[in-house]
């Protein structure tokens, strides 16, 4: 450290095309290189890579494969409350090791109600309860697989297995439960507790993925880590609460300016209703940010301002300061603080992340390396005979354009619900205001 120190000085900024890693002695292979780290808190990856909170780069998809590769990904905030929070609820659902909170339905729901759940959540079956939970069947896609148009009208206690269903008690084993499925050649799994209530739900396909994905990044559960990116406004709470039933393991308050007493207020807004939650503050560029956003309770924090590939931040506020200078300076106070970073911006090529590491950064954060793979939600367009995806900045146009048509669809909606309670009401005026609004 004590000779990187000397390429870095405060009159002049570096960034990563500044410089070169010189190769020196090892004694080690690669494959024997140890790439874990620390996110936030007590969330360790397998390797160094956390995905962007940009709407054209994490969603469940890229999430989800984020943390079966040892990473972990943050969903933007560019979504409604339910809709964000339905995104991790997603990644949370898509690998775990026992389900312990399975969906289920009611031997009243019809056909047509498990379609849709199965749909809802990209699962091939669903356990049948009663009201007080007791598992009465199982209904799989194999059960449905010839039914025609007008069976889904009818009960599913018609399709279901009932007779013969086979199931575990409680506290079984991934091992053992992997015995009793190849010996009964079936995919999921029920346990059940002494009085036959539903405990949770064991499938091959989770045994399947922890074989196929051994360094996935998981919680204590089995299920996959996912991070989730939100504001400092005034829907904070709402946001924060809804992502924590959907079982986030991170929230990263996403701003441009971390240093800033909004941003300090949000810390301690999140932390005095859920401490034990990792949050994840940015984004700084010196040890004063970092410092600023440890006395608030951050557990980890989010380097790099104006850095970005399609980041205009310097050019448009004059803002920001050389990307690998700032990583530098910020990561000596944080290691002394006891408090993992997160480079943000400026990775163009995979040197990048390395010379990032280099210089203290516990994990590198992705943008525009993510932006065009097949898992990110742009959009794909065709130009010149190639195909590309659309990406853009969360401060950009296009962007903006976007948050008004969602707010605006948030005020019609709270507006026809208002209608609604004046009409219930007899209320004239708040009829006449509602007209108006709409």
Excluded at 4 to 19: K, Q, S, W
Excluded at 221 to 246: C, F, I, P, Q
Excluded at 381 to 391: D, P, T, V
């Amino acid at each position: 450290m004590s000779r990187n120190a000397e390429f870095f000085n405060r009159y002049e900024g570096l960034t990563f095309d500044d410089v070169v890693l010189v190769p020196g002695y090892s004694d080690v292979l690669p494959d024997q290189a140890d790439t874990s780290t620390v996110f936030a808190r007590d969330i360790h990856l397998n390797i160094p890579l956390v995905s962007a909170a940009m709407d054209k780069v994490t969603e469940a998809r890229l999430a989800i494969a984020m943390a079966r590769c040892g990473g972990i990904g943050v969903v933007h905030r560019n979504l409604g409350v339910e809709d964000q929070a339905a995104e991790v609820q997603k990644v949370k659902r898509s690998q775990s090791g026992m389900i312990s909170d399975a969906v289920t339905l009611p031997p009243t729901a019809t056909l047509d109600d498990a379609e849709a759940l199965m749909n809802r959540f990209k699962i091939s079956g669903v356990p049948i309860t009663s009201r007080d939970g007791v598992l009465v069947g199982i209904l799989t896609n194999r059960d449905v697989r010839f039914c025609s148009p007008e069976d889904y009208k009818r009960p599913v206690t018609d399709f279901m297995t009932s007779e013969g269903l086979v199931t575990a008690p409680e506290g079984t084993t991934l091992e053992q439960a992997r015995s009793i499925l190849q010996k009964h050649r079936i995919e999921k799994l029920p346990l059940v507790d002494d009085k036959g209530r539903l405990r949770g739900l064991i499938t091959v396909k989770d045994i399947m993925k922890r074989q196929e994905f051994p360094n996935a990044t998981r919680d204590s559960a089995g299920r996959l880590r996912v991070a989730a990116a939100v504001g400092v406004g005034s829907d904070l709470e709402s946001r924060v609460e809804a992502l924590v039933r959907a079982g986030v393991d991170a929230i990263v308050i996403d701003t441009a300016h971390g240093n800033s007493a909004g941003v300090v207020k949000a810390i301690e807004r999140i932390k005095s209703s859920w401490p034990e939650l990792a949050v994840v503050a940015g984004n700084v560029v010196d040890e004063e940010g970092v410092e600023t956003l440890h006395t608030a309770g951050v557990d980890a924090v989010k380097i790099g301002v104006g850095a970005g590939s399609i980041c205009t931040t310097r050019v448009i506020a004059g803002a920001g300061m050389p990307q690998l200078s700032a990583v530098w300076f910020a990561s000596q106070r944080a290691q002394q603080l006891g408090v993992p970073t997160i480079a943000d911006g400026g990775v163009t090529y995979s040197g990048d992340l390395v010379k990032a590491l280099a210089a203290g950064a516990s994990t590198v954060m992705l943008g525009g390396l993510l932006a065009g793979t097949d898992e990110a939600p742009g959009e794909l367009e065709l130009f010149e005979g190639r195909r590309y995806k659309s990406y853009r900045g969360m401060g950009s146009l296009g962007r903006c354009k976007v948050m008004v048509l969602i707010a605006t669809a948030r005020a019609r909606a709270a507006v026809k619900v208002l209608a609604q309670q004046a009409r219930t009401r007899g209320n004239r005026g708040s009829r006449r205001l509602c007209r108006f609004v709409g």
